[in-house]
């Protein structure tokens, strides 16, 4: 009966490594982003966008430049299973977005998890973030914004710059 047991063990692990290894997890493919990006700002404004792997490759930092004086810088690492994501906005405030699992798929959604430096909820911070993978060079962001109860949708398609 042992040897039984034994091959049902090892079928089991290879069919679970091998699901595993054609689905790439969340924090793989936004590690897949790191370079420089452009994409237009819903004001027609350039953005630009880099993300470098830091902390030994165990979080990947954000660079984000909306073509006017001030940059923000958002952070992702995995956080058991899922990705979470603390985003330094020129608001002056830090929300902390979280997605659902740490498993791939075409898009991530983060969402809200709470946010500091906030003085009350009318106050406009981030919400919500969506990434779509579209192809290697090409990537929609589509973030959330909240000021007054008024939610307002930001989308960029950016493109790597080669």
């Known amino acids: 009966m042992k040897p039984?047991?034994?091959?049902?063990?090892?079928?089991?692990?290879?069919?679970?490594?091998g699901i595993c290894a054609d689905s790439p997890s969340a924090f793989d493919q936004l590690k897949s982003l790191v370079g420089q990006w452009q994409a237009k700002g819903p004001d027609g404004h350039t953005v630009t966008a880099?993300?470098?792997?830091?902390?030994?490759?165990?979080?990947?930092?954000?660079?984000?430049?909306?073509?006017?004086?001030?940059?923000m810088i958002t952070m992702y690492h995995p956080d058991n299973d899922s990705i979470l994501m603390t985003h330094y906005c020129?608001?002056?405030?830090?929300?902390?977005?979280?997605?659902?699992?740490?498993?791939?798929?075409?898009?991530l959604t983060f969402s809200f998890v709470d946010v500091?430096?906030?003085?009350?909820?009318?106050?406009?911070?981030?919400?919500?973030?969506?990434?779509?993978?579209?192809?290697?060079?090409?990537?929609?962001?589509?973030?959330?914004?909240?000021?007054?109860?008024k939610e307002t949708a930001m989308l960029f398609q950016?493109?790597?710059?080669q």
């Open 116 to 149: 500091a430096n906030l003085k009350n909820d009318e106050d406009g911070h981030m919400r919500n973030v969506v990434l779509t993978f579209v192809d290697k060079d090409h990537f929609n962001a589509e973030w959330t914004y909240r000021e007054k109860g």
């Open 90 to 107: 020129e608001a002056n405030n830090q929300p902390r977005m979280q997605t659902a699992s740490a498993e791939g798929g075409k898009s």
């Open 4 to 17: 039984l047991v034994s091959l049902g063990v090892v079928f089991a692990l290879f069919f679970v490594s």
């Open 50 to 71: 880099s993300y470098e792997l830091v902390s030994g490759g165990t979080a990947l930092m954000e660079r984000l430049k909306p073509g006017v004086d001030h940059e």
């Open 158 to 161: 950016f493109a790597r710059v």
